[in-house]
């Protein structure tokens, strides 16, 4: 992998690899990916072929929606320019994510709402007689479906992590804390002493998600 002084680029050129990156513009050679076929990728390539094909079994009055409101939803491009989604894109990104976190499927596109501020302030991580506590403070009611999102366990120094899988949804919380222990333990089993825990929430109401909110903490003995 080396950096490039160039206009950006994003894709395949013959056996180089041209992307975006937080350090510049980089190129790789190209390399094809393993596919373990894991039951989350799966899980997850099911859901695309079935909302792909329920596309087809709109009616047109629904498709005309779903590219008006496409067309007024700017999305963010791989190389910082924002653009609208065709009406097709905008349903299948939308609903392949709900299906990803086990909601139903619209037929018809929901409004944007306004989000309220991710209320998540601070991650506590600890451990207390051998029993792994995990849990997020919040300020105020989260909104219904806020998903949890963690990486694995890594080193203290690590600042920069990019694989969030889905853990589950936040639970209601008690006395200001809601306890992700269980979500947590059940992907990646009890953290050791000493590791880095990161953790994203993010919003979810109507099909719509608010940009992620990342919270850290080094897991420590109490």
């Given at each position: 992998?080396?950096?490039?002084i160039?206009?950006?680029e994003?894709?395949?050129v013959g056996?180089?690899?041209?992307?975006?990156?937080?350090?510049g513009?980089v190129?790789?050679q190209?390399?094809v990916?393993r596919?373990?076929?894991a039951?989350?990728q799966?899980a997850?390539?099911?859901?695309m072929a079935?909302?792909?094909?329920?596309?087809?079994?709109?009616t047109?009055p629904?498709?005309t929606?779903?590219?008006?409101?496409?067309?007024?939803s700017a999305v963010?491009?791989?190389?910082?320019r924002?653009?609208s989604?065709?009406g097709?894109?905008?349903?299948?990104r939308m609903n392949?994510?709900?299906?990803?976190i086990?909601l139903?499927v619209f037929?018809?596109?929901?409004?944007?709402?306004?989000?309220?501020?991710n209320?998540?302030?601070?991650l506590?991580a600890t451990?207390e007689g051998?029993?792994?506590q995990l849990?997020?403070?919040?300020l105020?009611?989260?909104a219904?479906?806020?998903l949890?999102?963690?990486?694995?366990?890594?080193s203290?120094?690590?600042r920069?992590v990019?694989?969030?899988?889905?853990l589950?949804f936040?639970?209601a919380p008690v006395d200001?804390w809601?306890?992700?222990t269980d979500?947590?333990?059940?992907?990646?089993?009890?953290?050791?002493?000493?590791?880095?825990?990161?953790i994203?929430t993010r919003q979810?109401?109507n099909?719509?998600?608010?940009?992620?909110?990342?919270v850290?903490a080094?897991?420590r003995a109490?």
């Amino acid at each position: 992998m080396s950096k490039r002084i160039s206009v950006p680029e994003s894709g395949k050129v013959g056996p180089f690899v041209n992307l975006s990156t937080r350090y510049g513009q980089v190129q790789r050679q190209l390399t094809v990916p393993r596919d373990p076929r894991a039951p989350g990728q799966l899980a997850c390539r099911s859901n695309m072929a079935y909302v792909a094909n329920h596309w087809q079994f709109l009616t047109d009055p629904q498709r005309t929606a779903w590219d008006l409101i496409g067309a007024d939803s700017a999305v963010m491009g791989f190389l910082g320019r924002s653009t609208s989604l065709p009406g097709y894109n905008l349903y299948v990104r939308m609903n392949v994510a709900r299906m990803d976190i086990g909601l139903s499927v619209f037929d018809l596109p929901p409004a944007l709402p306004a989000f309220s501020p991710n209320p998540v302030a601070e991650l506590l991580a600890t451990s207390e007689g051998g029993a792994s506590q995990l849990k997020l403070h919040v300020l105020s009611e989260p909104a219904e479906h806020t998903l949890v999102l963690g990486a694995r366990p890594c080193s203290p120094g690590v600042r920069c992590v990019q694989h969030f899988p889905f853990l589950g949804f936040l639970p209601a919380p008690v006395d200001g804390w809601c306890d992700i222990t269980d979500l947590f333990v059940k992907r990646y089993g009890a953290p050791p002493i000493g590791r880095a825990i990161f953790i994203r929430t993010r919003q979810h109401v109507n099909g719509w998600s608010d940009p992620p909110k990342q919270v850290r903490a080094v897991f420590r003995a109490a």
